[in-house]
């Protein structure tokens, strides 16, 4: 236990021998720069059918309720692959004084594998057998992205 | 345990005051509580935009037929004054007893900086046959005002949303042989939406499709006699929060023509629907 006093003593030391902390004003903090943004990379796998355990019957439901009945839009096995390199996000300045910014960076890279489902109907149970199937919808193959998404307050 | 009660009250003491104490929260009068200013939306845009690619969007029916986009390309210039004229999502009161909205509005885009570029290829496919059919070349496509609302129906569940468009396409070519090759298409030259006066002349304003207060259109899920169906629609203009008369938009194409390889550009001329109103919308999906 006294070892522990001493390194806590020796570790608070460390911190009374940097100094006090100093405030910051707008114009000293606006001055502050670093490698303040992040870049990340996604595989996305949904409902691989080839994997062990893999679900047969997956489904993503919307619920609509009026005249005492619900209803609900029901999407068969949303499935398929992302993979995305990369986007990034990080806080700029605005050149025209106007305050900062957020810029997602959209990426240069996105692949779909199968990406979509594989019904669409409209139905009064959602866990019930599909019925009046209105179609299907896949993605395959690259999109290539470039620019910057920027989002600020008003 | 006592003695290691003593150690942590030790370590918290100088670790107290080796700390800066933050400050005290200070109470504000209503004079300087006045010149408080929340910023409550928020802007985006973007910037330095274009996509490409191979991908492929494929819809296929119940019975096998599909139809499929692909190769889709796009890019959009930018105004030379970036956050000058941005997109604008805000969350305002809705009109008397209605909910609130969801707001996005689209830059009014005054000098028609902000155009749009774009490509796509398609084709259908059925009884095992695949039908390319060749290339939508967009040039020049430039939205002015105009934009979208999204709130809760007045009846019902669902979405209720609201659109206006101001639209102007350069030149909108259907290309039979790809979009490198202009050689063989229908070519339509000088493409223009938007809303008109009582003269069916274009005032410079968005075409209101839809409100969500007055006209509201709204996506849901519907049962009829047949069972329950997927429903898009627009309701009738509602004098209670409105005019109650359906707001009146034009369409005008500049030129319409043909060109193909060794033969005369077959020239149609122009065509204008001065004023329409869309009063009424019901739409239901079934297989």
């Not at chain 2, 967009?138 to 939205?143: A, Y």
């Not at chain 2, 609302?149 to 290309?175: E, K, W």
């Not at chain 2, 001065?274 to 297989?287: A, E, P």
């Amino acid at each position: 236990m006294a070892r522990a006093l001493i390194l806590s003593l020796m570790l608070a030391a460390g911190v009374a021998q940097g100094g006090p902390l100093q405030a910051l004003d707008d114009k000293e903090l606006s001055q502050v720069s670093g490698q303040d943004g992040i870049s990340f990379a996604a595989h996305i796998s949904l409902n691989d059918p080839t994997l062990v355990g893999a679900v047969s019957d997956s489904r993503l439901s919307l619920g609509f309720n009026g005249d005492g009945q619900n209803r609900y839009i029901v999407f068969k096995n949303v499935r398929g692959m992302v993979d995305m390199f990369a986007v990034s996000l990080g806080v700029q300045t605005r050149a025209d004084g106007g305050g900062d910014y957020i810029a997602i960076g959209l990426p240069g890279y996105v692949r779909y594998t199968n990406f979509g489902f594989e019904s669409l109907s409209v139905q009064t149970d959602p866990n019930a057998p599909v019925t009046g199937n209105l179609g299907s919808l896949n993605i395959n193959g690259t999109v290539s992205l470039q620019g910057q998404v920027r989002l600020w307050s008003h | 345990m006592r003695a290691a009660r003593a150690c942590l009250l030790a370590v918290s003491t100088l670790s107290a005051a080796v700390c800066v104490p933050a400050p005290a929260m200070e109470p504000l009068t209503d004079a300087a509580l006045s010149t408080v200013r929340g910023r409550d939306g928020v802007s985006f845009d973007l910037n330095g935009f274009a996509m490409s690619g191979d991908a492929r969007v494929t819809y296929t029916t119940p019975i096998g037929s599909s139809l499929y986009v692909e190769k889709f390309s796009a890019a959009r210039s930018d105004n030379p004054l970036p956050f000058s004229d941005p997109y604008k999502l805000d969350i305002v009161a809705g009109a008397p007893g209605l909910a609130d909205v969801i707001n996005i509005a689209f830059p009014l885009n005054i000098n028609a900086d902000q155009r749009w570029q774009a490509a796509y290829d398609w084709g259908v496919t059925a009884d095992g046959v695949t039908r390319e059919q060749g290339s939508v070349v967009i040039k020049d496509l430039v939205f002015s005002g105009g934009g979208l609302q999204f709130s809760t129906p007045q009846v019902n569940d669902g979405v209720a949303f609201g659109a206006a468009l101001r639209m102007d396409i350069g030149q909108l070519s259907f290309q039979p042989r790809g979009r490198s090759d202009a050689t063989e298409a229908m070519v339509l030259s000088g493409v223009h939406i938007g809303g008109v006066d009582g003269n069916g002349v274009f005032n410079n304003t968005p075409w209101m499709l839809a409100n969500v207060a007055s006209q509201p259109a709204v996506i849901n899920a519907l049962t009829d006699e047949t069972g329950p169906r997927l429903h898009i629609g627009i309701d009738w203009p509602d004098a209670r929060y409105g005019s109650g008369v359906a707001p009146a938009g034009g369409i005008v194409v500049d030129n319409i023509s043909f060109v193909s390889p060794g033969q005369a550009t077959v020239d149609l001329g122009s065509s204008r629907i001065g004023s329409i109103q869309i009063q009424y919308l019901d739409i239901k999906f079934k297989h």
